[in-house]
């Protein structure tokens, strides 16, 4: 939270505040495996405490959300369980890319990652706009 929330707080503007987060947190995940693995597939088995702790940590994340309400047209504003469906989606991709075994992809899920995350909130056009740029500068440095 501490890696996502700085990262969130590095840009202007939500989109690209939401993608640097996503970027921070699996690019994290990606450089530690055992976090990734102890965090999102062992968790569940530790007990009632540790899960409590994972939907503390979805509610959280919850908070990454907000600002992207504004972005939405009058009656189209994603509810409260639409949100908590895209946190729980982006944590069970990182879930599954951690529990396949091998080599990580985490960081490679980022463009899936912001794509679940913004276009409840943008629409389809306007994100794919958004990733591809985001993606452009990555290709340029």
């Known amino acids: 939270?501490?890696?996502?929330?700085?990262?969130?707080?590095?840009?202007?503007?939500?989109?690209?505040?939401?993608w640097e987060?996503?970027?921070?947190?699996?690019?994290?995940?990606?450089?530690?495996?055992?976090?990734a693995?102890?965090?999102?597939v062992e968790a569940y088995a530790v007990g009632q405490a540790t899960v409590q702790r994972?939907?503390?940590?979805?509610?959280?994340?919850?908070?990454?959300?907000?600002?992207?309400?504004?972005?939405?047209?009058?009656?189209e504003t994603p509810s409260r369980v639409a949100m908590e469906a895209?946190?729980?989606?982006?944590?069970?991709v990182i879930y599954l890319q951690t529990r396949r075994g091998g080599e990580l992809q985490i960081a490679?899920?980022?463009?899936?990652?912001?794509?679940?995350?913004?276009?409840?909130f943008l629409g389809v056009d306007e994100t794919d706009d958004f990733i591809d740029r985001q993606l452009a500068l990555v290709l340029d440095r």
């Open 37 to 40: 693995h102890v965090g999102f």
């Open 86 to 92: 895209i946190i729980a989606s982006v944590f069970e």
């Open 1 to 18: 939270m501490d890696a996502t929330a700085k990262a969130f707080f590095s840009a202007e503007g939500w989109p690209p505040r939401s």
């Open 54 to 75: 994972i939907e503390d940590s979805h509610t959280a994340f919850m908070f990454f959300l907000q600002e992207g309400l504004v972005h939405t047209a009058p009656g």
């Open 108 to 120: 490679g899920m980022l463009p899936h990652v912001a794509h679940l995350w913004l276009t409840p």
């Open 21 to 35: 987060a996503a970027r921070a947190l699996t690019g994290l995940l990606q450089a530690n495996p055992l976090v």
